[in-house]
């Protein structure tokens, strides 16, 4: 019996432990399946957060990282692309400059390279050609951010005038220049290398150096080529930005970030406008108006077209609004009786304007007018010094920058050329050029006034003296004492607008010693 119940009690005792086994075994199944429930979960979490798509170079903040994910161009182990990756390593303040200038415009331009679907190295060739200064003006005759010079930029439609210079036009500009490496990409069967040279060089040069070496047996890849020494040292240039651009965390460069966003709108008000009405319309100064459009020469767009203005995103609504208030309004109209001696040229002069817009506004079929005569002239509200960036203003400013010891004063003549103008004052033409914002091939017109700035001149001792005026003085009596010009004098200390001496004023004279005792 005792044995009986020992087997019954022992049988229980297994069943417990294996009833309480199972339970155990379930909880911990239950456990598992619970928490297998959850890590999936948790990793599937951490998984989509470690595996999210790359995002577009559309939706990155800094317009230069935009730019960079979409760079495509090999960048070759090359001596010529390590120099100027040095260079412009080494010199990170121009990266600076370039970054300041650019922020209005670069987001328009890399939307148009974008909308075409062309490379985005294309981009930074502003920065080559002309470190993004919309105004800049080259040896060559080539202006504005891409360099056109006249004869291409008018073969692809930029205008150039009196009243616009369409290569400075920063939006027309731009679809020029994708234009024309469109075309020059098609010609050069899609090497980017031999499209971008022959921008700098031209086609026919480039062609030339490529059947050259096909001849010969050469690789006719852009670095093998014979090309002229800028030509070969341009595509390198570019080359090694585009890879500091898509590398600056790699050489530790930090280049001013630019918003990825419109700054810039174009706009077109369908009438001609004094700049400075157009920038009270937008709400800015005349000088940022005609920053963003530096196309216009003069104090107004063009009369005949284009009219159309490159303004602040922020300003477009409020000029709207005012363009379609004073639909009309937007130029100044002087009614000018006609005296003896005057002439539509006179006049056009004196107003800065052109003999054409005259003759417009009053109907002329003829340059003829008469005394007595009444005419509308278009004029600008303000005084030529508020029109601070015009191409008059910008010339004053670059013959005013001292380059040597004194400066000379001379008008043009018929039959005058640069070389002839810097022969006779033994200065170099490239440099007669450059102190009067032109360039070596530029033609004069007669009546033009060059500065001419000399260290010495054969014949003459010249020394810097600075006269006081005195009661009784007048420009053409210092003029006859000290044996100079009386325009002289008046260019020398802008007195143009000045009628009266006043006793006491300083006057800077260049004086030759030779002929005078000072």
């Known amino acids: 019996m005792r044995l009986k119940h020992s087997w019954i009690f022992s049988l229980l005792l297994t069943g417990c432990q294996l009833t309480q086994q199972t339970e155990n075994q379930q909880s911990s199944s239950q456990s598992i399946n619970h928490l297998s429930e959850q890590v999936p979960s948790q990793m599937t979490k951490k998984l989509n957060n470690d595996i999210q798509p790359p995002a577009s170079p559309q939706s990155q903040e800094d ?49 148009k390279i974008e909308q075409r679907g062309l490379p985005l190295e294309l981009a930074l060739l502003p920065i080559v050609e002309s470190s993004f200064d919309a105004f800049a003006y080259s040896h060559g005759s ?54 971008i040279a022959a921008y700098n060089s031209g086609g026919g040069r480039v062609s030339s150096a490529i059947r050259k070496n096909q001849k010969l047996g050469k690789p006719t890849d852009f670095f093998s080529l014979d090309l002229p020494e800028e030509t070969s ?47 009270r319309y937008a709400g800015i100064s005349v000088k940022q108006l005609q920053s963003l459009n530096p ?71 003829s340059d003829s007018i008469r005394i007595g005569q009444f005419l509308m002239i278009p004029t600008s509200t303000k ?32 039959g005058d050329s640069l070389w002839t103008i810097a022969r006779a004052n033994k200065v170099s033409h490239q440099s007669l050029a450059k102190w009067n914002g032109m360039g070596p091939k530029d033609t004069l017109r007669v009546g033009q006034n060059l500065v001419i700035w000399k260290k010495t001149s054969q014949g003459a001792v010249i020394r810097t003296v600075f006269y ?51």
């Open 63 to 111: 317009l230069w990282q935009r730019i960079a994910l979409q760079l495509q161009l090999s960048v070759p182990n090359n001596k010529m692309v390590d120099y100027y990756r040095t260079w412009y390593l080494t010199n990170p303040s121009h990266l600076k400059t370039v970054s300041e200038r650019a922020q209005p415009f670069l987001y328009l331009i890399t939307e």
């Open 142 to 195: 080539a202006a504005g951010l891409w360099q056109f010079v006249p004869e291409t930029g008018k073969y692809y439609g930029l205008k150039q005038n009196y009243w616009y210079d369409g290569r400075r036009d920063v939006a027309a500009s731009t679809d020029a220049a994708l234009d024309y490496l469109t075309t020059l990409n098609t010609r050069f069967d899609g090497n980017w290398n031999h499209t």
């Open 233 to 279: 040292g341009y595509v390198p240039k570019l080359l090694a930005l585009a890879d500091i651009i898509a590398n600056q965390d790699k050489y530790d460069l930090d280049i001013p970030p630019i918003a990825n966003q419109p700054v810039v709108e174009l706009i077109d008000p369908k009438e001609q406008l004094d700049l400075a009405i157009a920038a």
């Open 295 to 365: 196309a216009y020469n003069q104090w107004a767009t063009a009369p005949n077209g284009p009219h159309q203005l490159l303004l602040p995103v922020n300003s477009i609504e409020k000029f709207n609004n005012n363009v379609s208030e004073n639909r009309g309004k937007g130029m100044k109209l002087v009614r000018y009786k006609v005296k003896s001696g005057d002439s539509l040229s006179a006049l056009a002069k004196h107003y800065n304007t052109t003999t054409h817009v005259i003759k417009n506004a009053n109907d002329l079929s």
């Open 383 to 414: 005084d030529d010094a508020a029109y601070i960036l015009s191409a008059s203003n910008r010339l004053a400013k670059a013959q005013a920058k001292s380059r040597g010891q004194y400066k000379l004063m001379y008008t043009v003549r018929s």
């Open 468 to 518: 006081s005026v005195k009661n009784g003085d007048t420009i053409n009596a210092i003029a006859n004492r000290f044996k100079v010009k009386s325009n002289d004098i008046v260019k020398w200390n802008d007195l143009a607008q000045q009628k009266y001496l006043q006793p006491g004023q300083k006057l800077k004279l260049y004086i030759d010693v030779t002929k005078v005792s000072v």
